[in-house]
């Protein structure tokens, strides 16, 4: 075992290990996460490799000008926090620009294997971190309870539940675009069954219909088409016994009180636009403002499309938008497989994104931007 895992490292170069670390750091403590990939920034600025990294990355100028702008909106309105957030996406970026440039086929299929593998470890963390929930609750385990209290909803390595979940649709999907072309599909059934078990049991309502359409998205492009049919019956069907039996989905009940909630939120994002539309004030803007307008004490606005639009005002959104466009656009040249993954995954993001913010945040936004990067930059020949 030693030995092949030796033979498999001298398959890579010293910095592609190094990758694959900072990959691994997404599995531990945030705040570790982001102190690799600081460091991964740091020596490519000491090596001076940094700027000719990011002048022949094409995907580098557009996601600059967005960090740009977020981060001259919290200067300009006193948004430390904002500040600090921007360099947090900055060290992203350049982690995924450098990922792109080393990503071969090889190379890929590993960091796709690894990610999965570690997805596994995740569970098992939940598992524990369940465990320990209904013993303080005096609940038994087999209850399947899942209380609306953040805390009592598990978050695994990923600091909130709502990210975790997030993190488990990413997985279900590699892992059913892997067993669309796997000969061994038992493993990726197998992690499959995992994930859809640890997203359950972080109680997040918003990933079940994201998921669902990413699902589909991914079987019709990688030109499964009949079993996308199929799928979608299966889908409806489902989804209308679900309605039926509220409580067979954790928290749907009180999907309503929630919505008021986050109806709420949202015009006092829509105020803050209002006041200054073309500048934001930098990430967590509404973490800043909601006081002014009486608003919803929370984090962001649980909307990612009204959060681009108050953090990075429209100055910044435009590049963003531009950034999206031109990656999915890269997709459609690569094999159905994989430009299915990268619609898939997209999907995912902006369904699950308009009730939540949970890609905003550093090991989510990692694994969705590496992915992004590192697909669409692989040759012809390789995809």
């Not at 001259?72 to 600090?84: D, E, M, R, T």
């Not at 982690?95 to 596994?120: N, T």
């Not at 459609?332 to 993954?341: G, H, N, S, T």
Request: proline share 3%.
């Amino acid at each position: 075992m030693i030995n092949l895992i030796i033979k498999e490292a001298k398959s890579y170069s010293v910095h592609q290990l190094m990758l694959l670390t900072c990959v691994l750091s997404i599995f531990m403590p945030f705040y570790i996460g982001l102190m690799m990939l600081a460091a991964l920034t740091l020596g490519l600025m000491m090596n001076g490799e940094l700027k000719a990294l990011l002048q022949e990355t094409p995907q580098a100028k557009a996601g600059l000008l967005v960090i740009l702008a977020g981060f001259i909106g919290a200067l300009v309105y006193g948004n430390l926090l904002g500040v600090g957030c921007s360099f947090m996406m900055l060290v992203i970026l350049i982690a995924a620009c450098d990922l792109r440039r080393h990503c071969d086929a090889h190379f890929y299929d590993r960091f796709i294997k690894l990610i999965l593998l570690m997805s596994v470890v995740c569970f098992a963390h939940a598992l524990l971190e369940y465990l320990n929930i209904t013993e303080s609750l005096n609940y038994q385990f087999t209850d399947l309870i899942i209380p609306d209290l953040p805390k009592y909803r598990v978050n695994s390595v990923f600091f909130n539940a709502n990210y975790y979940a997030m993190m488990c649709e990413f997985f279900i999907i590699i892992a059913l675009a892997k067993l669309i072309t796997s000969e061994n599909k038992g493993i990726y059934f197998f992690i499959i069954l995992c994930n859809l078990s640890g997203l359950y049991l972080t109680g997040c309502r918003s990933a079940w219909p994201a998921l669902a359409v990413a699902i589909l998205i991914l079987f019709y492009f990688a030109g499964k088409r009949k079993t996308a049919a199929l799928l979608l019956l299966i889908e409806i069907c489902l989804g209308l016994f679900v309605l039926m039996e509220p409580e067979l989905l954790p928290r749907l009940e009180s999907s309503d009180s929630s919505m008021d909630v986050r109806v709420g939120i949202w015009q006092t994002a829509v105020q803050q636009f209002k006041v200054n539309p073309l500048l934001g004030h930098g990430p967590l803007t509404y973490m800043q403002v909601y006081p002014q307008f009486n608003g919803i004490a929370t984090q962001h606005a649980h909307n990612i499309f009204l959060d681009a639009l108050i953090n990075f005002g429209i100055l910044g959104v435009v590049p963003l938008v531009i950034f999206i466009v031109n990656r999915l656009k890269e997709a459609f040249r690569l094999c159905d497989i994989r430009k299915a993954l990268v619609l898939a995954l997209t999907v995912i993001v902006m369904i699950h994104g308009l009730l939540d913010a949970t890609i905003f945040w550093s090991q989510t936004s990692f694994l969705y931007l590496s992915l992004l990067m590192m697909t669409v930059n692989l040759k012809t020949d390789e995809a």
